[in-house]
């Protein structure tokens, strides 16, 4: 999960996308929402099967 959550941070902070004027999501982000903080590009990712497998009391 530390692997994802790595390259999940490098694509949403760094890595410019050339469809979208070579900006990174979080330059498009704060473009359409100036008040957004980075805490909402940055949760955490989720592992479905861990959560299949979790048993619900």
């Known amino acids: 999960m ?11 902070f760094q890595r410019p996308d050339s469809y979208k004027e070579n900006k990174t999501p979080w330059q498009l982000a704060k473009e359409k ?6 805490e909402a590009l940055l ?4 592992d ?9 009391a």
Request: hydrophobic share 35%.
């Open 48 to 56: 479905p099967d861990a959560l299949m497998n979790k048993k619900v």
């Open 2 to 12: 530390q692997k994802a959550l790595t390259y999940q941070t490098f694509f949403n």
């Open 43 to 46: 949760l955490p990712p989720v």
């Open 33 to 38: 929402c100036p008040n957004l903080q980075e």
